[in-house]
């Protein structure tokens, strides 16, 4: 590939260079948070990781009941730019996470008591102080990502993260306590806040409150705010209803197998979400053939790269866990396995929804977001029911495959499905998982005793 390519002002040369620095910082955020997983689980006990899967859970139910959609709103905003706007969501943001951390507080006992596990009283209250903390991030972080600027924000990312990283594995081998865990997710957020302010190019955000501007955030936000409630009961359902299916020393090895096979997820959210909004916003696919032509040659790359991430993962997960991990999270590598198959479907319409933001279409992607978590409760539900963990598993797979046709239907409205692009894909899936089920068969089949 030229240089030159990565070169200039163009939307091409903007892409390319931020798909570099998207990819590469996603690689280097991998490996730091393997290596931290590896050593924890050595430091710790399952049980720890099981009680603060329980905690992000609450604090994801949180943040996701209370999101506007700001991050969104100022990706595709003509005002995206104007300090009035970027203040005034600011604002809102500082507001709404000083209004979290209070609700955090009230509902702690209360979960506590749900659960069975009296530790969440104070826990939570205390990692709750992230939300917080990250309501004062500055609106540069955004607005870099706006303009496929990504190079220094990739970079302090990785610092933000190494940070609570450090902080996690120096904690949990003082204490030897799962609070380790929740301390060094307040060292991360401090440093994320901090070295932003100090790095990042832009004027420092002040209050504002802009009555155009909280109106345009109101207006857009909310059916994002409908769609991220949606989106909590989404992703976190596994966490909600294995949390109380299955013993805690179960959910632990669990959410080890589900940090595996979640790469190839976190890497496609990523790109969509940082690459794709832009894109969608900079060159419309209705507005011409080329634009169709140019955002297709686009998913077909982002798709085949996360196709074969999540197949290499499918094939290898079981033996890596065994490598890599005491007896006691044997199971975590089928469970990887299990979960890498099942989320192939989400691989091959991932690029689709983020069409609808970029073009302010925040209801059509509400739609689909409810689809999906309706969908996935009662996957999970009668999968817990029927065969416990591997029915649960299953239960998700068949759930993201029966979501399939709404993601159609948006793709249609926004002028994005491709057809073909979803014929092989599902081709590639299919034989990626009958493969994987092979050479994993025995081990999957263990999970029916769990």
């Known amino acids: 590939m030229r240089l030159a390519a990565f070169r200039g002002d163009g939307l091409k ?3 390319m260079r931020s798909s570099l620095w998207t990819v590469g910082g996603f690689g280097l955020s991998q490996v ?23 905690v992000m859970v609450f604090l994801m139910g949180l943040h996701q009941f209370s999101d506007v959609g700001v991050v969104p709103a100022i990706l595709r905003s003509k005002r995206g730019d104007d300090r009035d706007f970027l203040n005034t969501a600011w604002t809102l943001q500082v507001l709404r996470g000083a209004g979290l951390w209070l609700v955090a507080c009230a509902l702690a006992w209360p979960m506590a008591h749900l659960y069975g596990q009296p530790e969440l009283a104070w826990m ?4 709750a102080l992230t939300l917080l903390i990250d309501g004062f991030r500055p609106t540069s972080m955004v607005t870099a990502n706006r303009h496929l600027m990504l190079g220094r924000v990739t970079a302090l990312d990785g610092i933000t993260q190494l940070s609570g990283v450090l902080a996690a594995v120096g904690l949990a081998w003082w204490w030897g306590s799962v609070w380790a865990l929740v301390v060094s997710a307040l060292v991360g957020s401090v440093v994320q806040v901090v070295i932003n302010l100090r790095f990042l190019p832009g004027e420092r955000n ?7 501007a909280r109106k345009e955030l109101i207006s857009f936000g909310k059916w994002v705010f409908l769609a991220t409630i949606a989106g909590f009961f989404y992703n976190q359902a596994d966490k909600i209803l294995m949390g109380k299916y299955l013993a805690l020393e179960t959910f632990g090895v669990y959410n080890i197998g589900f940090f595996w096979a979640s790469f190839p997820l976190m890497m496609g959210y990523m790109v969509t979400q940082k690459i794709l909004i832009p894109i969608y916003r900079e060159s419309p696919p209705k ?10 040659r686009m998913r077909l790359a982002v798709t085949a790269l996360l196709m074969g991430f999540v197949g290499v993962f499918a094939l290898l997960a079981g033996w890596l866990v065994g490598q890599l991990y005491d007896p006691r999270y044997a199971a975590a590598g089928a469970i990887a396995v299990v979960l890498a198959c099942a989320q192939m479907p989400l691989l091959v319409v991932m690029t689709y929804d983020q069409a609808a933001l970029a073009a302010g279409d925040s209801r059509r992607f509400f739609v689909l977001a409810l689809a999906r978590a309706v969908l996935l409760w009662i996957g999970l539900v009668a999968g817990l029911e029927a065969g416990g963990l591997l029915g649960a598993l299953i239960g998700m797979g068949c759930a993201y495959l029966a979501a399939y046709p709404v993601a159609v239907w948006l793709a249609r409205r926004m002028g994005v ?33 769990l």
Not at 124 to 127: G, S
Not at 206 to 212: K, L, M, P
Not at 287 to 292: D, F, G, I, L, R
């Open 206 to 212: 002040r209050f504002r409150w802009e009555g155009a």
């Open 32 to 54: 730091i948070r393997l290596a931290a997983n590896l050593i924890l689980t050595r430091l710790l006990f399952p049980e720890a990781f099981g009680l603060m899967a329980l």
């Open 13 to 15: 040369a903007r892409v």
């Open 417 to 449: 499905w491709d057809a073909m692009h979803d014929l092989a894909f599902a081709g590639v899936a299919l034989a990626l998982t009958l493969l994987a089920i092979w050479v994993n068969g025995p081990a999957i089949v263990a999970l029916t005793v």
């Open 287 to 296: 507005q011409s053939a080329e634009n169709y032509a140019r955002l297709r």
């Open 124 to 127: 939570l209250p205390v990692a």
